[in-house]
């Protein structure tokens, strides 16, 4: 239920500027960047959990299948510069959901494999 409320808009430049994709429900998984001609071009962003403000996860990874290093972004919020986070133009996966993903959820995640249920994965 939590997660039709989310939205996600990613853009290739800085400010929210740029080739855009949107996103307009949680409990999303790109395991490749490239399935949208997108992967390494990730430079800024908007996240919303429109219903519940606070409860959204968006997993950023820089390598395809959830590997690589990660940035977790918890809760509503636009930024507009990802090299803030070192985190620019390397994004090539994210797992993005409804609601908080805590630290232990995302470890098992990581080690694993294992997403959370009701995700909808998206494939090359």
Same mark, same amino acid.
């Given at each position: 239920?939590?997660? $039709?409320? %989310?939205? #996600?808009? +990613? /853009? @290739?430049?800085? *400010? !929210?500027?740029?080739?855009?994709?949107? &996103? =307009?429900?949680?409990?999303?998984?790109?395991?490749?960047?490239?399935?949208?001609?997108?992967?390494?071009?990730?430079?800024?962003?908007?996240?919303?959990?429109?219903?519940?403000? $606070?409860? %959204?996860? #968006?997993? +950023? /990874? @820089?390598?395809? *299948? !959830?590997?690589?290093?990660?940035?977790? &972004? =918890?809760?509503?919020?636009?930024?507009?510069?990802?090299?803030?986070?070192?985190?620019?133009?390397?994004?090539?996966?994210?797992?993005?959901?409804?609601?908080?993903?805590?630290?232990?959820?995302?470890?098992?995640?990581?080690?694993?494999?294992?997403?959370?249920?009701?995700?909808?994965?998206?494939?090359?």
């Amino acid at each position: 239920m939590a997660n $039709r409320f %989310v939205r #996600l808009s +990613l /853009f @290739s430049g800085f *400010n !929210f500027t740029g080739r855009r994709i949107d &996103f =307009r429900r949680g409990g999303v998984a790109v395991r490749d960047l490239g399935a949208f001609r997108f992967n390494n071009v990730l430079s800024s962003f908007r996240l919303r959990n429109i219903a519940i403000p $606070r409860q %959204v996860t #968006l997993i +950023l /990874f @820089s390598r395809t *299948n !959830f590997r690589g290093a990660f940035r977790v &972004f =918890r809760g509503s919020q636009n930024v507009a510069d990802l090299r803030n986070f070192n985190f620019n133009n390397v994004t090539s996966s994210f797992i993005l959901v409804g609601r908080r993903l805590t630290n232990n959820e995302i470890q098992f995640l990581r080690r694993t494999g294992n997403l959370p249920a009701d995700i909808l994965v998206i494939n090359q």
